[in-house]
């Protein structure tokens, strides 16, 4: 840090980590690099490329060594969703005795789905001294953490069944492209079935496992597309009756040979009655209702922001929101 | 610990107590002494005094030396409300090398209310490498931790305002007493209302503030019965209309000379629509419901029994549910 100021390094200044720009800055974290490979936002001013309406005094390269010169304190790392692909992006983070929060989404539990590229990191992390978090908003708070705080009150836990419905309709464009919106069913099926719609869920299902100490037989999932029934405009998309508005994805963790964990996913545009919801079977049972849902673009860049706090204070290695002390905002200045 | 048996002492059994041995004996954890000052339970075997169906092969005594000698891992403390009553009790505990979880209320978050005792505590707990942990549903999750888990998703925190409407008629006994039931107004007013009710709102608001990193310029409390519209019968109370039904307490946390904190508790006999409800006014606004809200007597001894895990592993310290690893229900065995 310089002085009490965090310091931090942009990794991939897409539309997810132009937020966590916006949200870092305006919480008082100094950008002291920033990294991106299009070769459009390259030589750019972070502030410009994250839209906002100052400059940051911060170019943007495509050279991580350049970028991570300063020893920043943390690395915000918003590339992609595959673990196996983003192992030198960290590591190169990792090697610069960086803290990291990735909004990767394979790393938010990747210790059932990657053992050993979980270990390697992990190794990696503790001989630098670096923490390495993975979250945001799903994977990492709303279908693993949120539920697991809410058995904290239960006596016993049976099952964890969580429902959540965004309308993509209201969320970034990207977003609906991926879900497959405006598509016929039948390209819907080839092009956004085959691709598995959201990345997350088997890795929300083992986290919350883990989080109960529960072993998994094993991890079923589904996605199937969601079908308008009347037409839809968004300003990205334009839905037909009969069309594929969205996506709607299950996945389900077996334990001791029973469905104990299931995650429910639709994202889709036009969504009737938004919402997240946790239903725990036990002693109590409860149902628990976030009105109109976490919004997705709004929380994940929070989530991680407010995660700095307690990666910078942890010991190092690769952490889960689940092993950090209880999550929640921090003011920073 | 006995092999992988958590062992441990209950520190008082009455009504918490009991179900607090209920629940950690289902789960496995074994029990080498108890302590209670009644002379009708000093002597007779924990399980018949905590009322469950077997005898736990473990005899109350009203000697703490005695009941601690076995070096339990975890003394389980349901006493009282008040720390500087309580000093002693703890103290013990802590100096026989065990960790404790209490229920005394004022111990959930101590910092700001009762500065001195808890640095001592702190202090202690350090010597003899424990760890000193206040919970239980409230305070120590529904008004405190749950609220400032669900700001995890914020990018910024304007206010938090919780309500927590119990129906006591569903609760033990000895709370429909403490919440004045069936008393006439009043004699609620000579009381209750000067006994302060429900012990722990300051201490919430005061957790709350502190997880959110906020500084407290005040902190503001009222008491009102809530008084019956018709006549309600509970196994406990008998309540004309007219009569208090229970309590109503407002406390409100000050901020920047703003109220920034307002937790709303009712608790009485006949309560409607019994529930927990937050609302976060920031970006995004929130409103999350527990439909029938927590009940306290189910949940506060899975509050306590859920958090033995953390406090096994957690440094030295007085600790608190904040500071702590996410929240959960854990399988012990």
Redesign the interface.
């Known amino acids: 840090m310089t002085g009490d100021t965090i310091t931090a390094v942009q990794y991939g200044i897409g539309p997810i980590g132009q937020r966590v720009v916006e ?1 870092a800055a ?1 919480r008082g974290i100094e950008f002291v690099g920033a990294i991106d490979i299009d070769p459009e936002k390259v030589g750019e001013d972070l502030g410009t490329v994250a839209d906002l309406s100052e400059s940051l005094g911060v170019t943007v390269t495509d050279d991580p060594d350049e970028a991570l010169g300063p020893d920043p304190d943390v690395v915000f790392h918003t590339t992609i969703s595959a673990i196996d692909s983003i192992g030198r992006q960290v590591e190169a983070a990792v090697a610069a005795g960086a803290d990291v929060v990735s909004t990767t989404e394979e790393l938010a539990y990747p210790w059932y789905h990657h053992p050993d590229a979980a270990a390697d990191l992990d190794e990696l992390a503790n001989e630098h001294g670096a923490t390495v978090l993975g979250t945001g ?1 799903n994977p990492g ?2 279908m693993d ?2 539920p ?2 809410l ?7 049976d099952s964890v069944a969580v429902t959540r419905v965004q309308d993509a309709g209201v969320r970034r464009g990207p977003l609906q492209a991926k879900v497959g919106a405006g598509l016929s069913v039948e390209r819907w099926e080839r092009e956004i079935a085959t691709k598995a719609g959201h990345v997350g869920l088997p890795e929300s299902i083992a986290m919350l496992a883990g ?4 072993e998994l037989d094993d991890i079923e999932a589904s996605i199937e597309p969601v079908v308008a029934e009347t037409p839809v405009e968004t300003g990205h998309a334009s839905v037909a009756s009969g069309e594929a508005a969205g996506i709607h994805q299950v996945g389900t963790g077996i334990v001791g040979g029973e469905p104990a964990i299931e995650l429910d996913l639709r994202m889709y545009v036009g969504a009737e009655s938004p919402r997240d919801r946790v239903r725990i079977s ?3 049972d ?7 849902g ?2 997705g673009d ?2 994940t ?3 991680v ?2 995660a700095v706090p307690r990666v910078l204070e942890a010991e190092a290695g690769l952490a889960t ?12 200045r």
């Open positions: 949200v305006e908003i708070f709303a953490t949120f697991a705080v058995t904290a009150p239960c006596q016993t836990v989080a109960l100490g529960w036990g002693t109590p409860l149902e628990v209702t976030v009105d109109g976490f919004h709004v929380t860049p929070a989530v922001v407010n929101m689940i092993d950090l002390p209880t999550p929640r905002y921090t003011h920073l």
